[in-house]
């Protein structure tokens, strides 16, 4: 049950656009569709912003978007606002049938 | 509205129990799996352990196995996380949340605090 590698901190200015990635392996986020994405604020509960790698919740905003290449998933934010500002986290199902998430990125909006 | 409210959290002593509660509204709780993430000071989210929508399956995390239980009573709509043996690791806030490959809803959380 290893945590899914993703990048501590990530900026952008802005209006900008900006990338997270997510690592993990065959037995994970290779292995299936079912990698989520996660916005927390600080002292907040987690929020659902993207499932099975592509799909966004009703009411998140098309600036998110989903992908996946291999053992690789990535969330994209177009458009950065101030208030994206936030922890991302990155979860896969596995083969176990447990959940694993990633370490968490911190997106700084300059 | 879709709610999840836990309950039961606080200050234990080393190798003491708590029984940690959510309370689910606004769906159908006995059709959903439901789990427990943990989420220690400072630091990442943390699966802890899921429960299927009957009961009839549960899985938990290396960390806590043996130790926690999770539950469900579904003519009372609530989730529960029976935290035996505990130790100073497990203290964080404990999230419920709603569904199985992805998790829709979750509460505000409750802190468990594991100190002499």
């Known amino acids: 049950q290893s945590a899914l590698t993703q990048p501590a901190s990530v900026s952008g200015s802005p209006g900008q656009s900006i990338t997270i990635s997510c690592t993990g392996t065959?037995?994970?986020?290779?292995?299936?569709?079912?990698v989520s994405w996660y916005q927390q604020h600080p002292g907040k509960a987690p929020k659902l912003m993207v499932y099975?790698?592509?799909n966004r919740p009703s009411g998140v905003s098309n600036r998110f978007s989903g992908s996946k290449s291999g053992n690789t998933a990535s969330l994209t934010m177009s458009g950065l606002q101030a208030e994206d500002e936030a922890d991302y986290y990155c979860?896969?199902?596995?083969?176990?049938?447990?959940?694993?998430f990633g370490g968490g990125t911190k997106l700084t909006v300059l | 509205e879709v709610q999840l409210v836990e309950s039961g959290g606080g200050l234990v002593q080393p190798g003491g129990s708590l029984r940690l509660s959510c309370a689910a509204s606004?769906?159908?709780?006995?059709?959903?799996?439901m789990n427990w993430v943990r989420q220690a000071p400072g630091k990442g989210l943390e699966w802890v352990s899921t429960?299927?929508?009957?009961?009839?399956?549960?899985y938990y995390a290396d960390s806590v196995r043996g130790r926690f239980t999770i539950s469900r009573d579904n003519p009372k709509n609530t989730l529960y996380l029976q935290m035996n043996s505990l130790r100073a690791e497990d203290t964080a806030v404990y999230y419920c949340?709603?569904?199985?490959?992805?998790?829709?809803?979750w509460g505000q959380g409750t802190l468990v605090t594991v100190s002499s």
């Open positions: 949340a709603k569904d199985y490959r992805y998790y829709s809803v």
């Open positions: 606004g769906f159908t709780f006995s059709s959903s799996a």
């Open positions: 429960i299927s929508d009957s009961g009839g399956r549960a």
């Open positions: 065959s037995s994970d986020v290779g292995g299936n569709n079912y």
């Open positions: 099975d790698v592509s």
């Open positions: 979860s896969s199902y596995t083969k176990s049938n447990t959940l694993v």
